[in-house]
């Protein structure tokens, strides 16, 4: 597993971002260093060290407490995280997931990024009791699972799990699932089309193997999503669960308040 250290720049000093500014009066002293922080976490590449809170104080001439509180925003907002004992760094882009019914695929093209897959395994099983109830099978039916590694522009993105009834896609073992969307083979090859899916989205921390697969550190955090999908006729077609990095993915969801 490729660590972030191997690959972090050399740390920077303050002046190397941003030259010595006049600073704003006191009350919109914080407005102004987040204006000059979102400036460098715009252009700098992910893993850059950002200079310790001290540094940073002296340049612009502000308390530690004003720089401290500004940085606290951005790590909140998933624009830099902060390793203990290392530092402050800029963090991933993040990619939204919205509620949309959407493939992995066709969500990193809205995007502007290039979907991929690494295929772990693809096997058939009996179902068993658990399996069976998410499907809506009998225990005894037989399933397909695929494991996949998905990836945005070449870098990990999720670790999922997906399994199907092996009777509604006869032969897709064989199907060759390394690239491309799984929703694009149900409905060109087996004429099989996505409906409506059930969504259920955790947060946790990511396991030794699951941060293996995304080339990342155990213990970071992690969204996990388990999505029930069924076809235009009701049939639940597909159970999938993936854990995705946090720091390269968020959850956008609308809500709206209806008037009586």
């Known amino acids: 597993m490729a660590s972030r250290s191997s690959e972090t720049p050399e740390a920077l000093e ?15 002293k914080g407005a102004r260093l987040q204006e000059i922080f979102e400036e460098w976490v715009a252009e700098l590449p992910p893993g850059s060290p950002i200079p310790s809170e001290r540094d940073l104080a002296e340049h612009f001439g502000v308390a530690r407490m004003t720089v401290r509180l500004q940085l606290d925003r951005l790590a909140q907002r ?14 991933e882009r993040r990619v939204a997931h919205t509620e949309h ?5 066709e969500d990193m093209r809205a995007r502007g990024l290039e979907p991929g897959s690494r295929l772990i395994g693809i096997e058939e099983m009996r179902a068993g009791v658990d399996l069976a109830a998410r499907l809506e099978i009998s225990a005894s039916s ?9 990836t945005a522009d070449a870098e990990p993105m999720a670790a999922e799990q997906t399994h199907v009834p092996a009777r509604r896609f006869p032969g897709l073992v064989d199907a060759g699932l390394d690239h491309g969307s799984l929703y694009d083979l149900f409905e060109h090859r087996y004429g099989v089309q996505v409906a409506d899916a059930v969504q259920r989205v955790t947060v946790s921390d990511l396991t030794a193997e ?14 996990r999503i388990e999505r029930t999908t069924r076809d235009s006729e009701g049939a639940v077609i597909e ?4 854990v995705y990095r946090g720091d390269r993915y968020e959850v956008l969801m609308h809500a709206h308040r209806d008037h009586h």
């Open 14 to 28: 303050p002046g190397d971002l941003a030259p010595v500014v006049e600073m704003p009066p006191t009350g919109a």
């Open 78 to 91: 998933g624009l830099l995280y902060r390793h203990r004992g290392r530092g402050t760094f800029v963090a």
């Open 101 to 105: 019914l959407t493939s992995f695929t």
């Open 142 to 150: 037989r399933v397909v699972r695929i494991r996949r590694v998905r």
């Open 210 to 223: 699951e941060a293996r697969l995304l080339d990342t550190e155990p213990g970071r955090p992690a969204f």
């Open 239 to 242: 159970f999938a669960s993936s």
